[in-house]
């Protein structure tokens, strides 16, 4: 439980972050909550507009428009600043707008005197919570990024819905690159203890092959929501408010984060989607699933991808 008073500060109040600041007070998750974004009177007219809405919100969440100096006392920012993806465009094509939107930003929380948990959602993810981390010199462990939390989401969602079951009792993820290089974990995949592979051939209806399409809807999804609506933001956000969740409750929970691999999964030195505990500290610990042969070779080519893209943007 909340034994303190929780500050958030959310930077960048465009689709994703709204969304996220609305379904945070929906759950009543802090009781700070501070928007800033370089577009002054959209952050200010948020500010306004969600706190009409806190009469009904299930606790009270004190809600405004801020600077960077309140970062100082925060617990928690939130990076949602950035340019998104149009149609066509793949996040890595971001990563030189909005690395050098991050130096900016980075430079001013620190300033701040920030001594918090940093959780970035602006893509590339992996490469701009790297980003974070070399700008601000913090623990890596302090430092996270939403990785593949809504592709694992994505995951569960589509396989409870195929297998009719609650996608609560379906425990498989989504592992490396949030992006075009990411890869189902088929071999941890199962539903209710019972791999996914022994529920193939249960009925007539079950098969392979409609599995392998399942993934690939779950690594196209932004670019066929993209296409239709132009941008994505319900799922991240509550993606963001469950990490949130974890991080000021203090919970321990396993999600899946943009973490630093320091070795774990044969890799080192690049932040990559993998399963990992977290809580009030950050990251506490990855958990390093045995992957079988074919998801090791993906997994490395999902990193190499990353290394290979933040290279000439990060290299000095
Ligand atoms: N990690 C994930 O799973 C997901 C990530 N995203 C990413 O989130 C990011 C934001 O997407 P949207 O909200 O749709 O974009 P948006 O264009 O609606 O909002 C971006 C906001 O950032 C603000 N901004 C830009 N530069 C800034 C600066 N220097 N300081 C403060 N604010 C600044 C803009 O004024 C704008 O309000 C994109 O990079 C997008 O690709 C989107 C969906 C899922
Ligand atoms: C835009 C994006 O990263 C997503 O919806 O997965």
């Known amino acids: 439980m909340i034994d303190r008073v929780n500050r958030v500060v959310l930077i960048g109040t465009g689709a994703v972050g709204s969304s996220y ?17 370089l577009n002054k009177e959209k952050s200010e007219g948020d500010a306004m507009d969600l706190n009409h809405g806190i009469p009904f919100a299930p606790s009270p969440t004190k809600i405004w428009f801020g600077n960077y100096s309140d970062c100082q006392d925060a617990d928690l920012v ?9 149609p066509g465009e793949t996040r890595l094509d971001l990563v030189e707008k909005n690395t050098r939107i991050f130096k ?20 590339p993810v992996d490469i701009l919570t790297y980003a974070v981390w070399k700008f601000s010199s913090f623990p890596k462990e302090r430092v996270i990024g939403s990785g593949t939390i809504l592709d694992t989401a994505r995951f569960r969602y589509l396989l409870g819905d ?16 949030h992006g075009d290089t990411e890869l189902p974990v088929w071999s941890h995949a199962d539903i209710a203890g019972r791999k996914i592979s022994d529920w193939i051939g249960t009925k007539d209806e079950y098969q392979q092959e409609h599995l392998e399409q399942l993934f690939l809807n779950v690594r196209d999804a932004a ?35 943009s973490a630093f691999l320091n070795g ?26 045995d992957l079988d042969e074919t998801e090791k070779v993906k997994f490395a080519h999902s990193v190499s991808v990353l290394k290979k893209t933040m290279g000439p943007v990060l290299s000095n």
């Open 21 to 37: 600041a609305f379904a945070l007070i929906n759950q009543g998750v802090t009781e700070e909550l501070v928007l800033i974004d």
């Open 78 to 86: 939130v990076i949602c600043a950035g340019a998104n993806q149009k």
């Open 104 to 123: 900016g930003i980075v430079d001013e929380i620190v300033a701040s005197g920030f001594q918090g948990i940093f959780l970035v959602a602006t893509n």
């Open 162 to 177: 195929y297998f009719k079951v609650d996608t609560r009792n379906v425990h498989a993820y989504i592992i490396g690159e």
């Open 223 to 257: 670019y066929h929501i993209i296409e239709r609506k132009g941008a994505t933001y319900y799922g991240i956000a509550m993606g963001l408010v469950r990490l949130t969740k974890a991080i000021l409750q203090n919970e321990s929970s396993v999600l899946t984060v």
């Open 264 to 289: 774990e999964y044969g890799h080192e030195d690049v932040y990559i989607g993998v399963p990992a505990v977290v809580n009030r500290k950050g990251i506490r610990e990855i958990v390093q699933l």
